[in-house]
């Protein structure tokens, strides 16, 4: 059954990556809150954090954080985010996920203690069919995750990257994304009380 899961997950992202590849996305974008969907994505990754012995940590605004986006497509971003965040550690899993709002931009940051990436590799692992050779680590896929991330936040004007990463302690992935000019975060939290 799991086998069977995997080659579904597997196909799924290669017919993703497919379509990405010949036309740009045509996602349903609408304002949302962007602290809803890490919110997700957090409650998602927290039972495997738990069988792992993870510890997770989430520092977020109070206040709303509208951005313009899929929220669908834009969980699958975060899930796999934190899904590599979980797999990529030799040792007890620990995960800081931090969110910030500047006048322009939202930066997300998924930091772990994992086995890091070597200094050559920070951009290839966002390449199409491209994995980090660790032998210490082996786990199933064939390296779409990151590139299709990559694919959906470049579409909503965003950037995803390393932002550091040392073999042995850890990386910090950021993912940045243009805050909604059209709903103010005062006028978001009206909404959601209302």
Request: cysteine-free.
């Given at each position: 059954?799991?086998?069977?899961?995997?080659?579904?997950?597997?196909?799924?992202?290669?017919?993703?990556?497919?379509?990405?590849?010949?036309?740009?996305?045509?996602?349903?974008?609408?304002?949302i809150d962007l602290r809803e969907v890490i919110?997700?994505?957090?409650?998602?990754?927290?039972?495997?954090?738990?069988?792992?012995?993870?510890?997770?940590?989430?520092?977020?605004?109070?206040?709303?954080?509208?951005?313009?986006?899929?929220?669908?497509?834009?969980?699958?971003?975060?899930?796999?985010?934190?899904?590599?965040?979980?797999?990529?550690?030799?040792?007890?899993?620990?995960?800081?996920?931090?969110?910030?709002?500047?006048?322009?931009?939202?930066?997300?940051?998924?930091?772990?203690?994992?086995?890091?990436?070597?200094?050559?590799?920070?951009?290839?692992?966002?390449?199409?069919?491209?994995?980090?050779?660790?032998?210490?680590?082996?786990?199933?896929?064939?390296?779409?995750?990151?590139?299709?991330?990559?694919?959906?936040?470049?579409?909503?004007?965003?950037?995803?990257?390393?932002?550091?990463?040392?073999?042995?302690?850890?990386?910090?992935?950021?993912?940045?994304?243009?805050?909604?000019?059209?709903?103010?975060?005062?006028?978001?939290?009206?909404?959601?009380?209302?």
């Open positions: 059954m799991a086998k069977t899961r995997e080659l579904e997950r597997i196909v799924r992202d290669l017919m993703t990556a497919s379509r990405l590849e010949i036309l740009p996305p045509r996602l349903e974008r609408e304002v919110d997700g994505a957090v409650e998602r990754a927290r039972p495997r954090a738990d069988l792992l012995g993870a510890e997770l940590t989430v520092d977020r605004p109070d206040d709303p954080v509208p951005v313009v986006a899929d929220p669908e497509s834009l969980g699958r971003v975060l899930d796999d985010l934190l899904n590599n965040a979980l797999t990529y550690t030799i040792r007890p899993p620990r995960l800081w996920i931090g969110m910030s709002a500047g006048s322009r931009r939202a930066i997300v940051r998924v930091e772990d203690n994992g086995v890091g990436i070597s200094f050559e590799e920070r951009e290839r692992v966002f390449d199409r069919l491209y994995r980090v050779a660790d032998p210490q680590i082996v786990v199933p896929g064939i390296g779409l995750g990151l590139y299709i991330s990559r694919q959906l936040v470049e579409s909503y004007g965003g950037t995803l990257a390393v932002e550091s990463s040392t073999p042995g302690v850890g990386s910090i992935f950021a993912l940045t994304l243009p805050l909604s000019r059209t709903v103010s975060a005062a006028e978001l939290r009206e909404a959601e009380a209302g």
